[in-house]
């Protein structure tokens, strides 16, 4: 058997290992599957008045948030993933997986790859929310931008929290890898287009990659798909897919030899 | 660790033994490459632990000591797991889980999941993972530790079945009899060194001789008896008045003699026991202490149940 | 009784403060929520209806309080949780320790906690900007509010744990805590909230709790949205506090 098809195989069969937790475990998908759409429907509840300020380029606020949701999904699957990792460290698993003759970055493929998927299922229950509740149709083109984005953000979060993972080494480190998610993603134009942001979240947002991301996200539910605001999208992603992921295999590499 | 130097040849049952906090684990983490070690080198299979890791793991199999097994999944999922993270083609795994699975004998519970398995089935299932790929080198870290007597023996026949069939098995553990019955060869460790090394037999002898153990029916004339029986070998420290403990300089043979030369001088004895030279005794004559865990441990009454 | 009550408390005090990644959160979070809500929709304050303040950090940072009052609830669940799946729990059964003070103790060292977590939150206002326009006598009632406040949420916190009996249980209410706080006047006014938050706002006592807490830092000290916070707040803690000591009793007859 080639390598490369090796490879897939190992690949393959950590993502089968990875779904379990939302397929075996009763409920056991329910918080992080829920989570995002309560926050969008509380957000738009609370602060949907927000949208009749001028200059706001939505017509309503819950339309305006609901790729804020969708980013939010994927970053709670990615955050999950790395305490999912961090509960394997904890009860010996990982080592099972160290002890494998497969390649670190085939290993942590397996790892992410589950998270990926997983991603998919918070943000297919929000926009059926969020459909039901009258957000106009974005678009295949927009829905399809969306998934791509939605799963490489799931892959970046499960890459930044497998990094803490294997630092921390104990799932006392959950709410470092949920709160680096929630900032990433809120510190953006998650709540407001950029000129009606305060001096200080604009600077910090247009520094901000996941800025991009979000954007690209919002296209077809705000404005139209436009590469314009695609490519810095999917730069942006591939770049923290990037970033993360040789940390993570350089932190799995410390782990022995 | 404070140096260890040894050699396992291949084929042999090499028995790592020492108490709780001797550095049993974590040797066995750096020759698994799981740990870098801050000095020295290893080999394991022909290959260097920090040079080669991946060939190493390649012809490893490790049951640590903590049966880390998944517990949403089925013991055939883990088994196929583990082969398919170990290369095995997909049409032979399985074939070979299904035989490895029963050899270890938990073809009843292969479908169930996991987390409903007691201590021994995971040990079991464990030691399955560990032979799927077929490895040269099998380490075991403290199998038995916390099965009952039932699945401890199980294990040991799994042992003895593998060095027949070639492999070589690096066990440690902290129990005497396990070391005894198992290892062709022991290396006992304490505070991160080695502090003897041979055959559980000649580490034994190394020590000393059998001895004899007797408890007189009359104890009132002790001093006479110990007369009675000088000849025969050197006297031990008593425990209390009645008990005579004698060194036996040539084994068993020396019993019928020291008897008849009681009886002849008109002494009745109540008990007797022969004492071989344990492995405590050569922990005790290295280190000045004895093995921790050197009496049989209690089986725990649910974990370990077969 | 008090003495076993203060020991507890100051088991679960010692405990909190040996793990900080335990208190962390409680301010962390909403601290981050009340940059990123005043940073993103400051100027909602110049919507029509939006009562008059001299920043959106003035209006949201009751809300932070609050918020973070509600996850100190979530975490002496999450630890008395733990208490239960580790043994300890049963461990002070057997024991002669009054049965109320195993709920007490904790509930005792919520209210020390929020202490804290209020004073975090109006010196960090304080900080940026916020002005606390009752003066010292508003910083108290403030203090009293969530004090209170604090006490009824560790209370609810205890007796989820209770009755769920294992932490990931109680860890899973977290996004509840959300849903709670958005369907009332906490982080906006309730004039300007949309459906149905709006109607459940009414009813709901974080409003009056939030509400309460923002008349002295926002607006100045006037009687009537504070005493109404104190008895909302007055209401939550003994009413948990109440159904806290029905789970525990409903435990041990279980046992």
């Given at each position: 058997m080639s390598a490369l098809r090796q490879d897939l195989r190992t690949i393959g069969a950590l993502m089968r290992r990875g779904l379990n937790e939302i397929l075996r475990?009763?409920?056991?998908a329910l918080p992080g599957v829920l989570a995002p759409t309560i926050f969008m429907l509380g957000l738009s509840a609370a602060?949907?008045?927000?949208?009749?300020?001028?200059?706001?380029?939505?017509?309503d606020f819950r339309t305006f948030i609901v790729p804020v949701g969708l980013l939010q999904g994927a970053g709670f699957t990615g955050a999950a993933t790395g305490v999912n990792l961090a509960r394997d460290i904890e009860h010996g698993w990982f080592d099972r997986l160290m002890l494998a003759p497969a390649k670190r970055p085939v290993l942590l493929a397996g790892v992410v790859g589950s998270a990926c998927l997983r991603s998919l299922l918070p943000a297919t229950f929000l926009l059926i929310v969020a459909f039901a509740l009258g957000v106009s149709w974005p678009g295949v083109g927009a829905l399809v931008l969306g998934a791509l984005l939605i799963m490489g953000f799931a892959a970046a979060v499960a890459c930044f929290a497998t990094v803490l993972a294997l630092r921390f080494?104990?799932?006392?480190a959950a709410p470092l890898m949920q709160v680096g998610s929630f900032i990433v993603i809120f510190f953006t134009t998650a709540y407001a287009p950029r000129e009606l942001l305060s001096d200080w979240l604009r600077a910090l947002a247009d520094a901000n990659p996941v800025t991009h991301v979000l954007e690209g996200m919002r296209q077809g539910y705000v404005g139209d798909v436009t590469w314009a605001t695609t490519w810095p999208a999917l730069l942006a992603v591939t770049a923290l897919v990037t970033l993360f992921g040789t940390l993570a295999v350089r932190g799995m590499s410390r782990q022995g030899y | 660790m404070d140096g260890i130097d040894l050699e396992v040849a291949a084929g042999e049952v090499f028995g790592f033994l020492g108490p709780n906090g001797a550095g049993k684990t974590t040797t066995v983490r750096m020759l698994v490459t799981l740990l870098r070690p801050t000095g020295g080198h290893a080999r394991v299979a022909g290959f260097d632990?920090?040079?080669q890791p991946a060939q190493v793991r390649r012809r490893i199999g490790v049951a640590l000591q903590?049966?880390?097994?998944?517990?949403?999944?089925t013991g055939s999922e883990l088994i196929e797991l583990q082969a398919t993270l170990h290369g095995i083609a997909p049409r032979k795994v399985r074939a070979r889980g299904a035989v490895l699975i029963e050899r270890v004998g938990l073809s009843q519970a292969?479908?169930?999941?996991?987390?409903?398995?007691?201590g021994g089935m995971r040990r079991r299932l464990d030691l399955a993972m560990a032979l799927i790929h077929e490895p040269e080198v099998l380490f075991l870290d403290e199998?038995?530790?916390?099965?009952?007597p039932t699945s401890r023996l199980t294990l040991w026949d799994e042992v003895r079945r593998l060095r027949d069939e070639g492999t070589t098995v690096f066990l440690t553990t902290q129990y005497l009899e396990e070391a005894d019955q198992l290892a062709d060869r022991l290396g006992i460790i304490a505070a991160g060194r080695i502090v003897a090394g041979g055959t559980p037999a000649a580490l034994k002898a190394e020590i000393g001789t059998p001895h004899l153990d007797l408890v007189l029916?009359?104890?009132?004339d002790l001093g006479r008896a110990r007369e009675v029986v000088k000849r025969f070998g050197d006297h031990r420290p008593a425990t209390d008045g009645c008990h005579l403990s004698i060194g036996l300089a040539?084994?068993?043979?020396?019993i019928a003699p020291i008897l008849r030369a009681l009886d002849d001088a008109g002494f009745a004895v109540a008990e007797l026991e022969l004492k071989q030279p344990t492995l405590d005794d050569v922990f005790l004559a290295k280190t000045g202490e004895h093995l921790e865990g050197a009496a049989e441990p209690e089986p725990q009454a649910a974990a370990g149940l077969v | 009784m008090r003495a076993a009550s203060v020991a507890l408390a100051r088991r679960a005090l010692r405990n909190s403060f040996r793990k900080p990644q335990f208190l962390a959160p409680l301010v962390l979070f909403p601290t981050l929520f009340l940059a990123v809500n005043v940073g993103g929709?400051?100027?909602?304050?110049?919507?029509?209806?939006?009562?008059?303040?001299?920043?959106f950090l003035d209006f949201q940072l009751a809300a932070a309080i609050t918020q973070s009052l509600l996850l100190g609830g979530v975490s002496a669940g999450i630890a008395a949780a733990l208490d239960i799946e580790g043994g300890f729990f049963d461990r002070l059964v057997a024991s002669?320790?009054?049965?109320?003070a195993i709920v007490l103790g904790r509930v005792l060292a919520a209210s020390v906690i929020a202490v804290l977590q209020v004073t975090y939150f109006l010196v960090l206002g304080a900080i940026f900007?916020?002005?606390?326009?009752?003066g010292a006598f508003g910083v108290l009632c403030v203090l009293a509010i969530g004090i209170v406040a604090g006490t009824g949420f560790g209370a609810l916190g205890v007796m989820i744990a209770l009755r769920a009996r294992n932490a990931s249980t109680v860890q899973g209410i977290f996004p509840l805590v959300f849903v709670v706080l958005f369907a009332?006047?906490?982080?906006?006014p309730a004039d300007l909230l949309s459906a149905p938050a709006d109607v459940i706002a009414v009813y709901n006592p974080l409003s009056y709790i939030a509400d309460g807490m923002r008349q002295p830092i926002a607006?100045?000290?006037?009687?009537g949205p504070l005493l109404k916070g104190l008895a909302a707040a007055a209401g939550v803690a003994v009413v948990a506090t109440g159904l806290s000591v029905l789970a525990l009793r409903g435990r041990l007859r279980q046992a």
């Open positions: 475990v009763p409920g056991g602060f949907g008045e927000a949208a009749q300020l001028p200059g706001f380029s939505a017509d080494r104990t799932q006392q | 632990v920090a040079e903590d049966a880390a097994l998944d517990p949403l999944m292969a479908d169930r999941r996991v987390g409903t398995y007691s199998p038995t530790t916390g099965l009952d029916a009359d104890c009132s040539h084994g068993a043979a020396d | 929709l400051e100027r909602t304050t110049s919507l029509e209806g939006f009562p008059a303040v001299d920043g002669p320790t009054p049965r109320l900007g916020a002005s606390i326009k009752g009332s006047s906490a982080f906006f607006f100045g000290n006037e009687l």
